[in-house]
């Protein structure tokens, strides 16, 4: 779960506006993008904040980071301006929403006087991920490309909700 989530927002967020500029949009203009997609962060947090205690911490770990894959996907194969903005703020909420229950569910996991060493064990392992998903898609976006290396990290997004739910 942990390497799977820090992978897939590392190996998105550190990428986005060199993926921008190399679509023609200015170095500028990508930034714009990108702080517009940060700004849809904090009500994904805030919404798995709350629906976690509804609908449950794997429930909503689950969909969030399915809803991140399939926002991540598409937009890899957004075209339009509209469509960047609209498929990156979606992937930005969804995938911060994960982070946010992920941080409730961990040490849940553990029985009470292990669980700083579990949490921070996982975190850790996570950490690994957040090291080799950029170094990852710097490789394989001059053969893959925009579309590509977004479809990697929603597979890796998906696969850690896989994970989750069983």
Same mark, same amino acid.
């Given at each position: 779960?942990?390497? *799977?989530?820090?992978?897939?927002?590392?190996?998105?967020?550190?990428?986005?506006? /060199?993926?921008?500029?190399?679509d023609g949009y200015s170095i500028v203009k990508?930034?714009?993008?990108?702080?517009?997609?940060?700004?849809?962060?904090?009500?994904?947090y805030f919404s798995a904040a709350y629906l976690?205690?509804?609908? @449950?911490?794997?429930?909503?770990?689950? =969909?969030?980071?399915?809803?991140?894959?399939?926002?991540?996907?598409?937009l890899g194969q957004a075209s339009s301006t =509209?469509?960047?903005?609209?498929?990156?703020?979606?992937?930005?909420?969804? &995938?911060?929403?994960?982070? @946010?229950?992920?941080?409730?569910?961990?040490?849940?996991?553990? +029985?009470?006087?292990?669980?700083?060493?579990?949490? @921070?064990?996982?975190? =850790?392992? !996570?950490?690994? @991920?957040?090291?080799?998903? +950029?170094?990852?898609? !710097?490789?394989?976006? +001059?053969?893959?490309?925009?579309? *590509?290396?977004? /479809?990697? &990290?929603?597979?890796?997004?998906?696969?850690?909700?896989?994970?989750?739910?069983?």
């Amino acid at each position: 779960l942990w390497f *799977g989530l820090v992978f897939g927002y590392y190996g998105i967020f550190i990428w986005l506006p /060199t993926l921008l500029v190399k679509d023609g949009y200015s170095i500028v203009k990508s930034f714009q993008f990108v702080m517009i997609t940060t700004i849809a962060q904090i009500p994904g947090y805030f919404s798995a904040a709350y629906l976690i205690e509804r609908a @449950g911490r794997k429930m909503v770990i689950t =969909a969030y980071l399915l809803l991140s894959a399939v926002t991540a996907y598409l937009l890899g194969q957004a075209s339009s301006t =509209a469509m960047i903005i609209v498929w990156a703020s979606l992937m930005s909420f969804f &995938n911060l929403g994960a982070w @946010g229950a992920v941080y409730a569910y961990t040490p849940e996991l553990y +029985p009470t006087r292990d669980r700083a060493t579990g949490a @921070g064990a996982a975190a =850790a392992f !996570g950490r690994i @991920g957040g090291v080799l998903a +950029p170094t990852v898609v !710097g490789f394989l976006l +001059p053969s893959i490309g925009r579309a *590509g290396v977004l /479809t990697m &990290n929603a597979a890796v997004l998906a696969l850690a909700a896989v994970s989750v739910s069983f």
